[in-house]
């Protein structure tokens, strides 16, 4: 049985807004962007050490066509998503996620 995903509410609000943002550029592309987030998290379940740690235990996944990382920590019994972030912004700001 695979470990749940569990979503920090703010990683739930950075996905919701970026969803929205690409579907008002392109009707459709924001779900594109979930279906891309929601494939890279299938891979995160199936081997979380294969994504390069960037802080502790706090590992990495980009996303390849849209320009955004999940930032994810595994832990025994759950994938805890901390940040679904945006690779132009500062990484400062996901300091204190874990």
């Known amino acids: 049985m695979s470990p ?8 739930r609000l950075e996905l919701d807004e970026a969803v929205g943002w690409y579907e ?10 979930k279906d891309a ?20 235990q706090i590992r990495r ?14 832990e025994a019994h759950a994938i805890i998503v901390l940040a679904i972030f ?3 912004r500062d990484p400062r700001h996901l300091e204190g996620r874990s």
């Open 24 to 33: 008002t550029r392109k009707p459709g592309l924001g779900l594109e962007m």
């Open 86 to 88: 945006h690779t132009k």
């Open 4 to 11: 749940p995903v569990i979503f920090r509410r703010l990683a």
């Open 61 to 74: 996944a980009l996303l390849r066509r849209f320009p955004y990382a999940i930032h994810f920590l595994p």
């Open 37 to 56: 987030v929601d494939q890279m998290l299938k891979r995160i379940v199936e081997t979380p050490d294969r994504f390069r740690p960037v802080r502790g």
